[in-house]
């Protein structure tokens, strides 16, 4: 009688459709067109704070420039658009080309400033995802290398050939482009959300 029950049990179970949830807005998917529009709506909205506060003539629509990456990162375009890396990179660096450390704390002052050793990781990571960036947008492959280290110290980019890199950069592309995303959302999170020290 219970071996009856299990059958039906197993037999339940397999009949079942597994759906692939979406990630939660603190995991990291490994596509860039995967990350929640939670995620995104957040970080365009803080960044557009900083970005206006920066330049009040600049009018950049942070929301539809990563959404237009997203876009970019899907598999047609990136197969029919033999410059779809650079196209894309343009985008992605459109939000923070202009931004430099302080920037941030001036317009939230809840974040530190660049001054507080805890924020050292967060200006590093940010001034050199800026460079690399910049590297992709003008064709200067042979700098890339070197950003590419200090974006990600420790994890052997430098020790890469210019070949190598090459030839798998559009996966540190993304990565990188991911991880940008997220560490600015963690930023906001972590020092805007919910704030009441802010000067807007």
Known sequence: M???TLDKELNNMESLSVAVRPPLPFEKPDRFINIPSDVIINVSLYLSIVINK????RNVDAKRI????????RDGVRYHDNLWLHHCASSMREVICFLEPDD???AHSSIPAPTDPSMDAFYNFFM????YLSDVVHFCDSAKIGNADKIYPGQGYGQKSKDDF???EHLFFEKLCIDLVYTLHDLFTRYCIGSTNESN
């Open 2 to 4: 219970k071996e009856e």
């Open 54 to 57: 920066k330049t009040d003539h």
């Open 166 to 168: 090459l030839a798998n």
């Open 66 to 73: 990563f959404e237009n990456a997203q876009s970019m990162f």
């Open 104 to 106: 941030f704390h001036t």
């Open 128 to 131: 050199s995802s800026k460079a």
